[in-house]
């Protein structure tokens, strides 16, 4: 009878499974809305390793600063919620979460994550809102401008639904995103830090 595998060993077999995966499911993704190789990542839960400590700190550094400069919302947007890891921060800080993502998988586990949200599966410029559905709070783009083809529309479409908006990005990608963001007027900006890796924050008001 073999000896169970160290829980050390049975992590990095973890990683290097989750990492050949990705490298297969994401091939031919970029700034190109490529939807169906999106949702061909979540054939496996967790793709993007949202539990890891790096992905936490984010989270939590984001609601700070969402406390901060927002205060209690009653209503957030989040676009590109994936399974629902930071909807379910995000949580904490608005009384109503609303998520969209394109991928059918990963909404289903997102509703699964946190039952009192409410989760579509649709693409940000097809979905179709009740016309008596006011402004959201808050409507949020975390990790995920990278993959829009037209990030000028997204951030468009972003203040159209929401008072009050906010961004975050890998820090080394700011140079492709940052100037669209730079174009929006009174953006203010924060930078999130955990051990090598950083984030830009990026929000802005529309009222």
């Known amino acids: ?26 091939r031919g993704v970029g700034p190109n809305d490529n939807f169906e190789r999106l949702d061909l990542a979540y054939t496996i839960e967790d793709p993007w390793n949202m539990d890891s400590p790096g992905e936490i700190a984010r989270f939590e550094a984001t609601n ?11 209503s957030l947007l989040e676009i590109g919620c994936g399974e629902g890891h930071q909807s379910a921060w995000l949580a904490r800080v608005a009384n109503r979460v ?10 289903e ?15 940000l410029f097809t979905h179709t ?14 990790e995920v401008l990278y993959y829009m083809s037209d990030v000028e529309r997204t951030l468009a479409r972003m203040s159209e639904l929401g008072r009050n908006c906010l961004v975050t990005i890998f820090a080394p990608a700011a140079r492709r ?15 999130i830090w955990h051990g090598g890796t950083v984030w830009l924050v990026c929000w802005w008001r529309n009222e």
């Open 1 to 26: 009878m073999s000896e169970p595998m160290p829980s050390k060993a049975r992590a990095l077999l973890q990683k290097i499974k989750r990492r050949t995966w990705m490298k297969y499911a994401l």
């Open 177 to 191: 995103v940052g100037p669209h963001l730079d174009r929006i007027a009174n953006l203010r900006k924060d930078w």
């Open 109 to 123: 586990r997102a509703r699964q994550r946190v039952p009192d949200g409410q989760f579509d599966a649709a693409d």
């Open 129 to 142: 809102w009740p016309e008596s559905t006011p402004r959201f709070d808050l409507v949020t783009a975390c």
């Open 64 to 74: 700070r600063i969402i406390a901060r400069e927002f205060g209690r919302l009653d």
């Open 98 to 107: 609303h998520g969209l993502d394109v991928s059918e998988k990963a909404v």
